[in-house]
Structure formats: structure tokens, C-alpha cells
């Protein structure tokens, strides 16, 4: 059994003043905080089928934002820790950036930069540092509203050219928005992938031994520029303290008495 806490960023920037960039220290803060306390970072894919008996901290990105490889890979490598990536294919295999409605502001302001995506060497350079490539479908799309065409086809097809693309296997999914429903999680397994992650409104802790159903939905706790360092901490407190009064911490706790 293990216990997993997950984050979801998007962006890097120290000065991108946009609820979806974190700055370095913020990162490196945030991320250290677990570090210190025992957590050992790892991908989604190895988080959502990990048995070890240890505190896992997952590190994902969605949208595959170029600050992301810019600013945030050297904060990750400084603490020698990994993390996952989730890549919208029609944008990233284009060289073009994100554009989809609920980004489009900041298009046209002086921050429209930071909505270029990452080359595929830089997504390569990434998976060869140990990081996860995950899919985050072709064109970003709200999934529940497609037809069950249009679902299949973005989640197959962004798998099949990822996997394509980077010569290595598209384990998980991170839906675009979080948006997701019983026949989304489905359409995901049917396509092939081992998990998918959400971004529940309500912070929610991973579960301690996810079943088939509970991999295609494991939650994320979204983390966004307003959040400084106690903002920060009270935020990701409630899933660390469900965990506790959990039998996996008892059992994390147990392997790590017995390990020294
Ligand atoms: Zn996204």
C-alpha cells in the first residue's frame, strides 16, 4: 500500500501574473516541503501502480508548457526529483500555441509566450531525464461533451502519436479541465491507458489501493500562483491527514521503522 499525494501546475514563470504559473521558488518551496518529510517523488504511472510501502509525491504539469522545461526541469533536477507531463498533441506536434477558449486571454496581452508548448526534443529530453510523458488528449476538449466518436479519437489518437513520437509507451492520461464522467473513464481504459488523473474541485486524497475504476479517476490537488507558502500547506494538509488516519500510513510507518 502506499501513500501518494499529487500535484497538478501548469506553468513556470517568474513573472507571468496568471493563476496558472507557479514561480521557481514556489515550486522548489512546495516541492521540498514533501521531500523533507519523507516523500520520495515519482511519476504518475509508477504512483498508480506502486505496492512499496512508502510516501510517494507526484509532480505533474498539464498543457506542456515550454516554462515548464525552462524553469521548472532545473528546480525538479536541483531536488533530484521527477515528475509528469501532460501533452495536448495538436499543439505540441504543430509547434503551435495553446489556444483553446479558456487560455485565449492571455493571447493577446504581453504574457503570450507562455502559452508556447515544448518542443519534442524538449518532451524527449524530459522522459530521458526520467520524467513521464502523459497524454492531455489531441485539441483539449471539455471530454463529457464529445460523441463517443470524437472521445475515442482523442484519447487514442493523442496516445498513438505521443507513443510515436517519443519511441516509449503513453501509460497515463490527464484530463483536459479535470472534465470527466463514468463514460469518459471508460472510453480511457477502452483506449488503453493504465490511469488517468482529475483536478476534483474539493482537495481529495489518492486512494490507498486504487482499483481498476479508481486508477482512471485519481485526484490531483491543483496548485496555482495564490498559493504562498501557508495557503500552500493548509491546502495540502487535508489529503496528507486522511492518508494518516489510513491503514497505508500505519503500513508506511510500520516499513519505515522496520527499515532502520
Ligand atoms: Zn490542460
Redesign the pocket.
Given at each position: 500500500m502506499s501513500a501518494v499525494v499529487a500535484l497538478c501546475y501548469h506553468g513556470v514563470s517568474d513573472r507571468w501574473p496568471s493563476p496558472m504559473a507557479v514561480t521557481p521558488a514556489q515550486l522548489h518551496d512546495q516541492v521540498s516541503h514533501f521531500l523533507r518529510r519523507g516523500y520520495r517523488a515519482a511519476t504518475v504511472a509508477e504512483a498508480a501502480s506502486a505496492r512499496a510501502s512508502e510516501r510517494l509525491l507526484v509532480v505533474s504539469f498539464?498543457?506542456a508548457l515550454a516554462s515548464v522545461h525552462r524553469l521548472g526541469l532545473p528546480v525538479l533536477e536541483s531536488l533530484g526529483a521527477v515528475a509528469t507531463v501532460y501533452a495536448p498533441t495538436d499543439p505540441i506536434l504543430s509547434g503551435t500555441p495553446m489556444t483553446w477558449p479558456e487560455v485565449a486571454e492571455h493571447l493577446a496581452t504581453e504574457h503570450a509566450a507562455e502559452l508556447d508548448g515544448m518542443t519534442v526534443d524538449e518532451l524527449a529530453d524530459v522522459a530521458r531525464r526520467g520524467w513521464e510523458v502523459g497524454s492531455?488528449t489531441c485539441s483539449?476538449p471539455w471530454l463529457p461533451t464529445l460523441s463517443d466518436a470524437d472521445l475515442a479519437r482523442e484519447l487514442r489518437r493523442s496516445r498513438h502519436l505521443l507513443q510515436e513520437a517519443l519511441d516509449l509507451p503513453c501509460r497515463t492520461l490527464a484530463y483536459?479541465?479535470g472534465a470527466h464522467d463514468a463514460r469518459v473513464a471508460a472510453a480511457a481504459a477502452a483506449a488503453g491507458y493504465e490511469a488517468a488523473v482529475t483536478l476534483p474541485a474539493r482537495v481529495a486524497a489518492w486512494p490507498r489501493t486504487p482499483s481498476a475504476l479508481e486508477r482512471m479517476t485519481l485526484p490531483r490537488i491543483g496548485v496555482y500562483r495564490a498559493d504562498e507558502r501557508l495557503r500552500f500547506r493548509l491546502k495540502v494538509a487535508a489529503p496528507v491527514r486522511a492518508l494518516r488516519a489510513s491503514p497505508a500510513w500505519a503500513a508506511v510507518g510500520a516499513a519505515r521503522r522496520s527499515a532502520r
Open positions: 498539464d498543457d492531455h483539449h483536459p479541465f
